[in-house]
């Protein structure tokens, strides 16, 4: 836990990014088309909202899942508020299973 009461996990991933877009908002798409984009995994969780920052039964792992289902749903209430402007929202897997310069799966690994 942070300081402030939040899970650490949740903090990071999830509600330092929703704070950044929240103070950007007043820019966004004012100079042009903007895009916010939200960084997902394939590892998602439903998130209990009764216990958000999993003070009970706590699991790093289901914290981590929970943070990343949330960018994505921030990612769509963002789409939905900005239809037909010129600021887009979306998230993306970052495709760790594939081969590229920066990723090597282990398979590939010699």
């Not at 914290?63 to 929202?89: C, P």
């Not at 998230?91 to 990723?103: A, D, I, K």
Request: glycine share 6%; aromatic share 10%.
């Amino acid at each position: 836990m942070s300081e402030d009461g939040h899970e650490l996990h949740f903090a990071i991933n999830h509600l330092a990014h929703f704070l950044l877009t929240w103070i950007l908002r007043p820019c966004l798409g004012r100079m042009g088309p903007s895009r916010v984009i939200n960084v997902a995994s394939a590892s998602q969780r439903p998130i209990d909202f009764a216990n958000v920052m999993l003070e009970h039964d706590y699991d790093g792992y289901r914290t981590y899942s929970q943070s990343k289902l949330a960018n994505i749903m921030h990612s769509f209430d963002l789409a939905r508020e900005w239809s037909g402007s010129n600021v887009t929202s979306a998230s993306l897997h970052p495709g760790s299973l594939m081969e590229t310069n920066w990723f090597a799966p282990q398979a590939a690994v010699r």
